[in-house]
């Protein structure tokens, strides 16, 4: 076992073990290929990068990372789901993304060496592979895919921030949340017009990451189910109309539609 200190907090963290060459199993090594920027690695090249890595793994509610912590590992999760989240002065949680299998998270810090800029949480039981910032580092510099593969990500997420201040900024809260649905539509698309969101948010989830209150998701939620835009059967949302909600959160948006 290792001790890892964040703060003033000692974590006791589950068994972490590196993976050898000899000891990467191709179910492990077939798990790193659902990474989407290994998705171009030849598989000596995924062998190699898992010999660089550790694995651990985290249960639900365990706290990897904090705000402001000094480690400087990138993270893939292979398996699970993870919550990128920061907490307010006034306690108040503020959700910013939540990143299922096949994601990666971390890389800010090591690539410029700053404290952590968010917590990450395991949202379920997850088993994660990480790679120190130096050896990230010279992935990206020894494999030109891999570091287009960064580069789009990296670009991907300055639009996607930017899109967000500019409904925070600009939309009420009505509109925030029928922008952050769509969002959540078209990742979860089951035809050309329709999604089902599942797991959905709580209410109370959501209301973190629109900044409002449970009660007016509730009745945002409410609204859309009486125009037919959306059916809720416990933790799975059918959004029935997508082209509709893309054209209700354009017409609010303006030329940013």
């Known amino acids: 076992m290792k001790l890892y200190l964040a703060g003033s907090l000692v974590f006791l963290k589950s ?14 090594v077939a798990l790193f290929r659902n990474i989407k ?4 690695f030849s598989s000596l090249d995924l062998e190699k990068t898992a010999q660089s890595c550790h694995q651990q793994h985290h249960v639900a509610g365990e706290e990897i990372v904090r705000y402001h912590d000094h480690t400087n590992s990138v993270f893939f999760i292979l398996k699970g789901a993870i919550r990128i989240n920061y907490y307010a002065v006034s306690g108040d949680e503020v959700i910013l993304c939540d990143l299922p299998a096949g994601e990666m998270f971390g890389e800010l810090t090591a690539i410029d060496g700053l404290p952590r800029s968010a917590t990450a949480i395991a949202k379920t039981d997850t088993l994660l592979a990480f790679i120190p910032a130096q050896a990230f580092l010279q992935l990206i510099h020894i494999n030109p895919a891999f570091c287009t593969a960064i580069l789009k990500r990296l670009t991907s997420q300055v639009r996607r921030l930017t899109e967000r201040v500019y409904d925070f900024s600009s939309l009420d809260v009505c509109d925030r949340i029928y922008s952050e649905l769509l969002r959540m539509a078209r990742e979860k698309m089951v035809s050309p017009n329709a999604a089902l969101i599942s797991p959905a948010p709580t209410h109370s989830e959501l209301a973190c990451l629109v900044s409002t209150s449970r009660e007016e998701v509730s009745r945002t939620i409410k609204e859309l189910k009486r125009k037919n835009l959306i059916m809720c059967n416990g933790r799975h949302w059918h959004v029935l109309d997508v082209a509709k909600l893309t054209r209700m959160v354009n017409e609010v948006r303006g030329s940013l539609g």
């Open 15 to 28: 068994l972490i073990s590196p993976i050898t060459m000899h000891s990467a199993d191709q179910s492990f």
């Open 37 to 40: 920027e290994f998705h171009d």
